[in-house]
């Protein structure tokens, strides 16, 4: 029975029990001294492990989104900044409209590649064009042909930037950039992509899911690039996703802001490794497709909430001040 | 006008890991001034490196290897917020061969490391600090330690450093470094200026700059001795 029990289970009738052999009166201490040298040691573990284990991912809470009028059709955001420090922007972005459609395309200049901001603008308006004309084509999209036909887009792209830095006498391998292309249909979406950056759609129970896994090397900043598309690799370079349902909403990021609105990143103690667990943070995303349905309600101009999308982009949050990397965030809500 | 900006709070992810590895010369002749300035310098780079707003203690991980008549992990690496830096003394003669060859062990295993805890990580750094020349009997390893720094840095498995302090032979880390990051002398006993240009450039490395961006754009006048042969 332990000192403390036997106190309580007499004290009642007796008052405290106060120990008269010397023996317990310093077993007793003894005790209480091991009592407080585990308490001050659980407490340091404590403290170590809340350097050494990462947040938590705890399962998410649902923020609900506000209705945007149909008239509006796609509200969105859009905007492409440079990264803290850096002199000019590599990023390239292009969110278009076409009636019940919206195509987001991302794409990230390799940093260390001369011409990678040519190489993201070339792909960028490429494949703008491609999509759109598919989309007026009125083909049919589906689950069956998703990955083959957007296969078949992003190695024509390639290959156009290919012929285009032959033809300029420059070297193809310096127009590197990574890729993303999500598009949302009456009744789908769908991604593809070559390299890193995020993109997801907001599903019917209001949790945001992801639509692409980066290509990522063990080394930070390590992914693929559009340059590297050939025939024989094309199925293990372009990864697609198509998902058959509406969706209300879509984003696509290039990896730049991705610490901030996504979860990238994670202590899983059962493996004991740190894993990535891709997933799109509700609470963020949530709370800025709420404020781009308010400001749709207020018919405020494109332009206006397009700055003011570029001023949060570059300095709306503590991480985002000092990202040093491109960072674009394409966000579409549909009315 | 509408004027009300965005605003959302940011997720917490864990961070990237970037290891560097300092191999500091200890041998008798670093006695003195210079290891008193050493070891202000080290202390000054954790305080500021703990500082950091950009969160750089938790993503720094600092080693310390030191060489003189033997090699001796100091620490090894760690969170450089945790690291409790204990004064460094002097002792005996310059085994810098065997200390760098330490320097480039460590910084490989904590990349095994990284890599089976799923951990992203930043190319590791090894940096040399020395007044002195290696000792006659490691002379005649030199052109091995070259290549093998040679090699690392092809193969991009590490950056190599070697920083010269008055008395260095310069001539001596110029042989093992690579061209894309050449020696450098230390202006006078300068550590904490070196130090504090440090913790700038591999903070912009662990916020994703390129390291040769990130070497220039962190001014190096304050430290720098200017070497070139």
Known sequence: MKWDSFQFSLGGMLGPIMPKCQGCIRRQELIKRLEQQVEKLESEVAKLNLLLTPPDNPSQTVVTIDAVPPEAGWAHLKASVTGFGKASLQDAHDLTIEGEYAVLIVCDGAGSLKHSKAGADFVVKHLRDSFLELIKAGEAITQESWAERARALLLEASQALKSKSQSDRMNFGDFGCTCIVVLAGPDFVACAHVGDGRAGYLDASGHWRALMTPHKGALANSTVFMTMLEPASLEQLVRSKFVPVRTRAVVALSDGPEDVCWQVSTFDPSGQKVIDPNQPSNEFLGKIANQLAGATAKNVPQEKLDKLWQDFLREGTPKLKTQVDDKTLLLALRG | ?229
Not at chain 2, 48 to 66: H, S, V, W, Y
Not at chain 2, 102 to 107: A, L
Not at chain 2, 128 to 157: C, F, N, V, W, Y
Request: net charge negative.
């Open chain 2, 1 to 229: 006008m509408y004027e009300k900006p965005f605003e959302a709070e940011e997720v917490q992810n864990y961070s990237q890991k970037c290891c560097v590895a300092l191999v500091l010369d200890t041998s008798s002749s670093m006695a003195g001034e210079s290891i008193d300035q050493l070891n202000f310098g080290i202390q000054s780079f954790l305080k500021e490196i703990r500082a950091d707003t950009a969160n750089l203690g938790q993503k720094l991980e600092l080693g310390i290897i030191t060489f003189d008549t033997a090699v001796t992990r100091v620490f090894e690496p760690q969170l450089a917020e945790s690291l409790k830096f204990k004064p460094l003394s002097v002792n005996g003669t310059t085994m810098m061969v065997d200390g760098v060859r330490e320097g480039i062990k460590m910084v490989s295993q904590r990349k095994q490391w990284y890599k089976q805890t799923g951990q992203t990580y930043f190319r590791p750094w090894v940096i040399m600090i020395t007044d002195g020349d290696p000792d006659s009997d490691q002379q005649g390893e030199l052109p091995k330690l070259a290549a093998e720094i040679r090699q690392g840095m092809d193969d991009e498995d590490f950056w190599f450093m070697a920083i010269g302090v008055t008395g260095a032979k310069m001539a001596t880390l110029e042989q093992i470094s690579h061209e894309k990051m050449e020696p450098r002398k230390l202006a006078g006993l300068k550590f904490s200026e070196f130090f504090r240009w440090l913790s700038s450039t591999i903070a912009d490395v662990a916020k994703g700059q390129n390291v040769s961006d990130a070497m220039k754009k962190n001014s190096d006048d304050a430290w720098d001795g200017g070497f070139k042969i």
